[in-house]
């Protein structure tokens, strides 16, 4: 390893490839809080954060396995769930007095029609304000789950319905 008065260790997060520090600092100085979409193959997890000095806050978080218990039969890790989750936390931040945020989708490459802008797709409808792009979000069809099988779409509504309620 390098030695000397010049070396720098970066980092731990760092040099595990799991922060950049840049576009986390460029986010934080929009001074709204961020909307954090992390997504795995099975899962995805939506929250709302807020920077403050002693760390970071969630005002509002959402997860695909809490569809699960609102009626969602299908799949967790796909669009038209990513979309409903999405939409849940959008709903939770609105209620916790979250208007507008900007997006943080962490180490993720920005693709059109991805599960991270299905996600951004579900709080807009919300009724959150989240600026974004023209185009990047998914088709209609593959947000109402028209690409997996007819009955999503049915199942869709009913979900988003029993969202309504709560």
Same mark, same amino acid.
């Given at each position: 390893?390098?030695?000397?008065?010049?070396?720098?260790?970066?980092?731990?997060?760092?040099?595990?490839?799991?922060?950049?520090?840049?576009?986390?600092?460029?986010?934080?100085?929009?001074?709204?809080?961020?909307?954090?979409?992390?997504?795995? !193959?099975?899962?995805?997890?939506?929250?709302?954060?807020?920077?403050?000095? =002693?760390?970071?806050?969630?005002?509002?978080?959402?997860?695909? %396995?809490?569809?699960?218990?609102?009626?969602?039969?299908?799949?967790? @890790?796909?669009?038209?769930?990513?979309?409903?989750?999405?939409?849940?936390?959008?709903?939770?931040? !609105?209620?916790?007095?979250?208007?507008?945020?900007? !997006?943080?989708?962490?180490?993720?490459?920005?693709? %059109? @029609?991805?599960?991270?802008?299905?996600?951004?797709?579900?709080?807009?409808?919300? @009724?959150?304000?989240?600026?974004?792009? =023209?185009?990047?979000?998914?088709?209609?069809?593959?947000?109402?789950?028209?690409?997996?099988?007819?009955?999503?779409? %049915?199942?869709?509504?009913?979900?988003?319905?029993?969202?309504?309620?709560?």
């Amino acid at each position: 390893m390098a030695e000397g008065p010049r070396y720098r260790v970066n980092f731990r997060r760092r040099r595990e490839g799991r922060t950049d520090y840049r576009q986390r600092q460029r986010l934080l100085r929009a001074r709204v809080p961020r909307a954090v979409v992390r997504l795995s !193959l099975r899962n995805a997890v939506v929250q709302f954060v807020d920077f403050e000095f =002693e760390g970071d806050k969630v005002l509002a978080q959402a997860s695909s %396995k809490e569809l699960t218990k609102m009626g969602w039969t299908g799949a967790t @890790g796909n669009i038209p769930a990513t979309y409903l989750t999405g939409y849940l936390a959008g709903k939770r931040a !609105l209620a916790n007095g979250v208007e507008e945020a900007v !997006l943080d989708i962490g180490q993720k490459v920005p693709a %059109k @029609g991805s599960n991270v802008f299905a996600a951004l797709k579900g709080m807009v409808d919300a @009724g959150v304000e989240i600026p974004y792009g =023209e185009g990047v979000f998914p088709s209609e069809e593959r947000l109402a789950g028209k690409h997996i099988n007819e009955d999503i779409e %049915k199942m869709i509504e009913e979900v988003k319905s029993r969202m309504e309620a709560d």
